[in-house]
């Protein structure tokens, strides 16, 4: 299994990924003086850049390397000279998340380390009103990073049971997409505003939200750009949706793939 | 050497398709680079995870919308104002991130003037007041806005209040109470655009703000001549060429904004611009 996680992760390294995401930072550089443009929330406003940046970096980097991997691994016939070897196939898909959800930790940790230094230059030439809460803008790159390893599950679910590289890509994308927006639809549904919205339509989409994954519980971009309080009881009950959800996705992932047929 | 010539017929013909296109996109009236907004909401389920950042960027894209139309007015031309898609802009930006400052700031330095979006100026900043419930600006602004535009004292000093128990201000303090005694309007007007002019930091908006303040210090002058001739004749001027006459103004002062200063039936000084801008609206 340790060695299943080192092979994916180093698959992932010399794939040059780091490479790509490290020219990607220099985008970094852009942000003190794209954050100028903003009348009266200068901080502020490159602490939103910085954290979008970095959520869309490791959003490429979720769909992209979970999607791909076990499908590539079968296009290359890598994945037969593996499970040849005394490895289960659960083995196999699990060493393979645990590599990306390393990877993505690990893209967190360095994305970290950059943000800080944007905004900390904006910051000297901007004053905030409100002073930074720098725990909440590293809480907030956490949630990210799990909101993204939550992701990758998902999307090594999709290359578990797909025989091309289109569902993975385009389903992880979608249940990004609809993840991000379920809170959203809820919302709207419960609200006195939905009233005549047709009560099958509400439990559809009810039954939509508690199986999709909810993104938005991930989302603590707020407290940290505008130093607001953080829910800390929001944050735990987060962590352990999180950790229930990626169980579940894996279990399937795995029990799809045992039972996939080789050829 | 037939690669080479096919590359460079490519570049010519990107070339040649680059410096018309370039040439009409800075033509292209900037009426419609404001563009069609979608709605608020269908805007929030788009953005996915990046709420924040489309909030932002639909406020500097206001901001640029405006600079681009001050520096036509600059310039000499003839521009009109989008309002209702400045309005737009705004409204969502706020939906998307109701704790962007930048939305209420510009609505506040722009739309509160126009005498038409005041309902909608009012209800921005009563969704930034629920949200940024720590910021001491918006119920500033608010107090200022209800006060100076639509004459109701008694919410003013409501909201004065509020910017006084935020901010630990002794100066709103002391403007609730003098809202609640109606105040001299023109002075408080004065006073409120030099602190926000020292606050301004974009050409567009310090622009904007010089001008009203140059056509507000004007109408103080006016009113003071009003009074002197008041106090001298015991009845009020008539007109502004009354008080050229007794010497009490030395002149009519030019409006700024290209109308033309008046009294009105109460004796009251008026642009014909200024507050009541004619329509179709200009900056």
């Not at chain 1, 000297?124 to 956490?142: E, K, N, Q, T, V």
């Not at chain 1, 249940?175 to 549904?189: A, P």
């Not at chain 1, 999180?242 to 045992?258: G, H, P």
């Not at chain 2, 609730?176 to 050409?203: C, F, V, W």
Request: aromatic fraction near 14%.
């Amino acid at each position: 299994m340790i060695n299943q996680i080192w092979i994916t992760f180093l698959g992932i390294v010399r794939d040059r990924a780091l490479y790509g995401i490290m020219v990607l930072c220099a985008l970094f550089l852009v942000i003190p003086s794209a954050s100028s443009l903003s009348m009266r929330q200068v901080t502020e406003l490159s602490i939103t850049l910085s954290l979008s940046l970095i959520s869309f970096l490791l959003l490429l980097c979720a769909v992209f390397f979970s999607s791909f991997s076990v499908w590539r691994d079968i296009e290359r016939r890598y994945s037969f000279s593996v499970l040849a070897l005394p490895v289960s196939r659960s083995h196999f898909i699990l060493g393979k998340f645990l590599a990306i959800a390393a990877f993505l930790t690990l893209c967190g940790v360095v994305l970290g380390l950059i943000a800080p230094l944007a905004i900390s230059a904006t910051a000297a030439y901007y004053p905030p009103d409100r002073a930074i809460m720098w725990s909440s803008i590293l809480l907030a790159i956490g949630y990210d990073v799990l909101k993204y390893i939550l992701l990758s599950a998902v999307g090594l679910l999709f290359s578990a049971i797909s025989t091309s590289f289109f569902l993975p890509v385009f389903g992880t994308i979608s249940v990004y997409l609809c993840g991000t927006m379920s809170q959203d639809v809820q919302n709207y549904l419960s609200s006195s505003a939905a009233n005549d919205v047709p009560v099958f339509i509400k439990e559809l989409a009810s039954i939509f939200y508690h199986v999709v994954p909810n993104f938005d519980a991930f989302d603590f971009n707020l407290a940290a750009i505008y130093s607001l309080p953080v829910d800390h009881k929001g944050g735990l009950l987060t962590l352990g949706y999180f950790v229930a959800y990626t169980l579940i996705v894996l279990f399937f992932a795995c029990f799809f793939f045992s039972r996939r047929e080789l050829r | 050497m037939k690669k080479l010539a096919l590359c460079i017929a490519l570049l010519g013909i990107y070339v040649g398709i680059q410096i018309p296109l370039t040439r009409y996109m800075a033509d292209r009236p900037v009426a419609e680079q404001v563009g069609f907004i979608a709605h608020p909401q269908l805007m929030r389920l788009s953005s996915a995870d990046h709420k924040e950042t489309a909030g932002a960027l639909l406020s500097i894209k206001a901001l640029m919308y405006y600079g681009t139309l001050v520096e036509e007015a600059r310039a000499g031309n003839p521009v009109t104002v989008d309002y209702d898609g400045l309005y737009r802009l705004l409204s969502a930006a706020s939906a998307l991130d109701p704790y962007n400052m930048d939305s209420y700031y510009f609505s506040q330095a722009i739309l509160a003037w126009e005498p038409d979006f005041m309902p909608q100026v009012l209800e921005l900043l009563r969704r930034g007041m629920e949200y940024r419930d720590w910021d001491w600006m918006l119920p500033f602004w608010a107090g200022f806005d209800t006060a100076n535009f639509l004459k109701d004292y008694d919410t003013a000093a409501t909201y004065y209040r509020r910017a006084a128990e935020l901010s630990g201000a002794e100066l709103f303090a002391s403007l609730t109470s003098r809202y609640l005694y109606e105040a001299d309007q023109t002075e408080l007007a004065i006073n409120y655009l030099e602190a926000m002019l020292k606050g301004a930091t974009k050409p567009a908006i310090r622009q904007t703000f010089e001008l009203r303040l140059d056509a507000l210090k004007k109408m103080r002058m006016i009113e003071e001549a009003i009074a002197a001739f008041r106090l001298r004749e015991a009845k009020g001027p008539g007109t502004l060429e009354a008080l050229v006459r007794s010497g009490d103004l030395s002149a009519i002062p030019e409006d700024p904004y290209g109308g033309e200063f008046y009294l009105d039936d109460t004796g009251k000084p008026r642009s014909s611009r200024l507050f009541n801008a004619p329509q179709p609206r200009s900056l």
